[in-house]
């Protein structure tokens, strides 16, 4: 859709200051956390990092006073072994606190995907929030 000549694609980007652009993120892979932006990919990115993470999903999930707070699920390399705490600690080592995931799930398996392979995050948020 064009607004005011602005092709509006749902990305979130930046131009540097040679004049490329980097698309960083969905706008609808965002958490928005007691007025807080949480793009997922910068967290992911930060949990693909860890020597023992094989998968990792961070989505959204219904919290009453903030809004949404930050969930990830997680699936480690064969032979590997990390606690949901050690992994909270690599992000909080790299990232400001309130990226911080607050739930962290360990899968045995791959994460859900669609046919395309993308990952359903949908699927994994109604997993793993609360009832």
């Known amino acids: 859709m064009l607004v005011d000549g602005w092709l509006r694609s749902g990305d979130i980007g930046r131009v540097d ?44 999930i219904p919290h009453e006073r903030l809004g949404e707070e930050v969930a990830a699920a997680v699936m480690l390399r064969s032979g590997e072994t990390a606690t949901a705490e050690d992994l909270q600690a690599h992000v909080a080592e790299h990232l400001a606190a ?30 793993v929030a609360d009832p």
């Open 98 to 127: 309130f990226k911080v995931p607050t739930k962290v799930v360990l899968w045995s398996e791959p994460l859900p995907r669609n046919a395309s392979g993308k990952i359903l995050k949908r699927e994994l948020r109604d997993l």
């Open 17 to 60: 200051e040679d004049g490329f652009v980097y698309v960083e993120d969905r706008a609808k892979d965002m958490v928005l956390r007691g007025g807080e932006n949480v793009y997922c990919a910068e967290v992911e990115a930060v949990l693909y990092e860890h020597p023992a993470v094989h998968e990792a999903a961070v989505f959204g």
